[in-house]
């Protein structure tokens, strides 16, 4: 494979990583159209190696003290701190990330390396009553044993370690398929992390491909749960497969998540806010903001400061320029994004700025008088677009803000608490946020969706010990009783 982007620690790696027998395919820069590399793509036969490579090492590591576990998660932890310079290179360079939101990602990932390290020390079971006399009880969780994650292009180091991490602290063996815009981001950085970590080979396989690998990795027998983050369509076929083996399955899906300004709010910082969340990274986030609901009488101040800030915002390589915004990850996206405003303003919503783009790089977008029947209401735009509806009461507003089968996130602007408090009582998400935006994660926090936005699964802080492990029931008794056959 030849790297040439100019790397210097990931060099040696690169140059001598096969990920699988296929043919190589090119990885390509969005920004600049440049191929980074070209990269060995697996096989199914690939993936049933790896599966099969890592279900035969899975029962050591599980037996593996605590203390080893957890220290090499911690020298995870320092590797990837020693390397973000050029891990984040490579993230910008695959997914068209800005500087800001590229620093965030690694921070985020290097939260999740830290976090994970201290689980395999954490106790994870109970001692139960018993009815029956002589008989201790206990329920204990254990290892699930291969973990088959999948994950998307846009956060690429973040949305996989979030799986990567947890579930090999917990004992767990992992099969990761990143998507084939990010196979270095998502996939290269997590091997060579591991392996100078120490730990064990075979424990984290990584393979190579797109939607063909990624069913091989679900339908595999020795992969017993899925994890997966992607787009709502993808999960739907995912859990489909998943559910018919009987298999547990984690599903962290899109996102058509509500903004809502009420009409006593701060205005600048709504308005702020507002654009933040539909316009960084270019809209390509599960949580940007993708209906803004706003109080009918301050309605038209709002849609004006939303305009002024998506037209004062600089696009291009995000790589080498101080700019704000970078492409859209590729054409069919844009296409897609393009033909969505395009089908909204045909349907009567107002273009208040934006809706030309240059190549890949699409000008943030402001929508007026958007109405539920449109495309840019109904669908997860996973663009720099910012619709915007109004409404006359608290009771509209949650009408509106739950008239989507998505419930990922949802933000509302308030000066009085207790009115955010009422609403967020009301509204259907997996997250809300009171005076905050809706992008928001911790690594500590269990992150995830209502609706169609997954499937009941949480990523993060308590959570991972329910998805990466499950319960056993112990029982033990120094008689065995008698039975009446
Ligand atoms: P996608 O669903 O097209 O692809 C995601 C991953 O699934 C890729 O690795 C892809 O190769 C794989 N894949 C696709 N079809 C598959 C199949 N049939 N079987 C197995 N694997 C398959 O999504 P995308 O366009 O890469 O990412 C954007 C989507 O991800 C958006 O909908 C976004 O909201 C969502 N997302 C959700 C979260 C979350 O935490 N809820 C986080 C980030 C992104």
């Known amino acids: 494979m030849a790297a040439t982007a100019s790397m210097t620690w990931l060099d040696p790696f690169l140059g001598d990583w096969r990920p699988g027998t296929g043919a190589p395919v090119d990885d390509t820069e969005p920004a600049t159209g440049i191929v980074l590399a070209s990269i060995p793509q697996s096989t199914t036969d690939d993936v049933a190696r790896a599966a099969a490579a890592a279900a035969a090492v899975q029962p050591a590591w599980a037996e593996t003290d605590y203390q080893e576990r957890a220290r090499i998660l911690r020298r995870a932890a320092d590797i990837y701190d020693a390397h973000r310079p050029e891990f984040g290179t490579w993230t910008m360079r695959e997914t068209g990330a800005v500087h800001s939101k590229m620093h965030h990602e690694q921070n ?21 009553p018993s009815a029956q006399r002589g008989r201790l009880s206990m329920v204990r969780r254990v290892p699930v044993g291969v973990v088959g994650a999948i994950t998307p292009w846009n956060s690429p180091t973040v949305l996989g370690m979030r799986v990567v991490a947890p579930a090999l602290a917990l004992g767990n063996a992992v099969v990761l398929k990143p998507d084939p815009q990010t196979p270095v981001s998502g996939g290269a950085i997590f091997a060579a992390v591991f392996r100078e970590a120490g730990l064990p080979e075979g424990l984290l396989q990584i393979v190579l491909g797109g939607a063909d690998i990624g069913e091989a990795v679900v339908t595999d027998p020795n992969v017993s749960m899925v994890s997966f983050t992607g787009s ?9 497969l998943a559910g018919g083996l009987l298999k547990k399955v984690s599903l962290e899906l899109g996102g058509n998540n509500a903004f809502v300004v009420l009409d006593d709010a701060e205005l600048d910082a709504a308005a702020s806010a507002g654009a933040f969340a539909s316009f960084q990274f270019q809209g390509q986030v599960c949580f940007a903001a993708g209906r803004h609901i706003v109080h009918r009488s301050i309605a038209a101040d709002y849609i004006a ?37 395009r ?29 539920t029947d449109m495309p840019a209401w109904t669908d997860e735009i996973f663009g720099p677009v910012a619709p915007v509806t109004t409404f006359d009461s608290d009771d509209e507003a949650v009408r509106l803000a739950n008239a989507s089968e998505y419930g990922l996130v949802a933000a509302i602007y308030t000066r009085s608490i207790s009115r955010g408090m009422a609403l967020a009582n009301r509204i259907r998400s997996g997250m809300i946020h009171v005076n905050d935006g809706t992008l928001n994660d911790e690594a500590v926090i269990p992150f995830g ?20 492990t499950e319960w056993q029931w112990v029982t033990v008794r120094d008689t065995p009783p008698t039975f009446p056959f």
Do not use: C
């Open 305 to 341: 400061a939303l305009s002024a800030k998506a037209k004062r915002l600089r696009l291009g390589d995000p790589y080498r320029e101080d700019v704000q915004l970078g492409p859209i990850v590729n054409a069919k996206q844009l296409a897609r994004v393009d033909g969505i405003v």
């Open 232 to 240: 709502t369509a993808a999960g739907r076929r995912v859990g489909q």
């Open 343 to 371: 089908r909204s303003v045909d349907g009567g919503a107002r273009l208040t700025e934006g809706g030309t783009y240059d190549g890949l790089y699409y000008r943030p977008t402001v929508l007026a008088d958007v109405t």
């Open 449 to 468: 969706g209502m609706g169609i936005s997954g499937n009941g699964s949480r990523f993060g802080g308590a959570a991972n010990f329910d998805e990466f």
């Open 108 to 128: 985020f990932a290097y939260h999740e390396i830290l976090n994970a390290a201290t689980m395999p020390s954490q106790a994870y079971g109970s001692l139960m």
